[in-house]
Nanobody
Framework: VQLQASGGGLVQSGDSLKLSCVASGGSFSDYAVAWFRQAPGKGREFIGVVSRNGENRYYSHPVKGRFTITRDNAKNQVDLQMNSLKPEDTANYYC????????????????????WGQGTLVTVSS
């Protein structure tokens, strides 16, 4: 599966932005899809994940209530809607597809995802 992330850009604090992740070359609906981000000088951080059928979604604490993941398997697409953006949300954002954590999807880590898109940069100015 090949993933293409897009939608990043420069926004101001409090603004909204939507990222998209489009898949090709595989059976997209077989995989959970997660979003991660990596701020300058920091490690990659889990943001959230959506189950294969889109019914279950889990988010990390820093973004819960502000970010929403949606999924459309007919379009092979997962979106990340980001509202009330803060300067600390500045990072490269990555989508990834895989099985997700076997214990519980909410516990997913980088190693649970085999396929990664390229990053799309989000910069939030204060």
């Amino acid at each position: 599966v090949q993933l293409q992330a897009s939608g990043g850009g420069l926004v101001q604090s409090g603004d909204s932005l939507k990222l998209s992740c489009v898949a090709s070359g595989g059976s997209f609906s077989d995989y959970a899809v997660a979003w991660f981000r990596q701020a300058p000088g920091k490690g990659r951080e889990f943001i959230g994940v959506v189950s294969r059928n889109g019914e279950n979604r889990y988010y990390s604490h820093p973004v819960k209530g502000r970010f929403t993941i949606t999924r459309d398997n007919a379009k092979n697409q997962v979106d990340l809607q980001m509202n009330s953006l803060k300067p600390e949300d500045t990072a490269n954002y990555y989508c990834a597809a895989g099985t997700g954590a076997t214990t519980h999807l909410a516990f997913s880590m980088e190693s649970d995802f085999n396929f990664w898109g390229q990053g799309t940069l989000v910069t939030v100015s204060s």
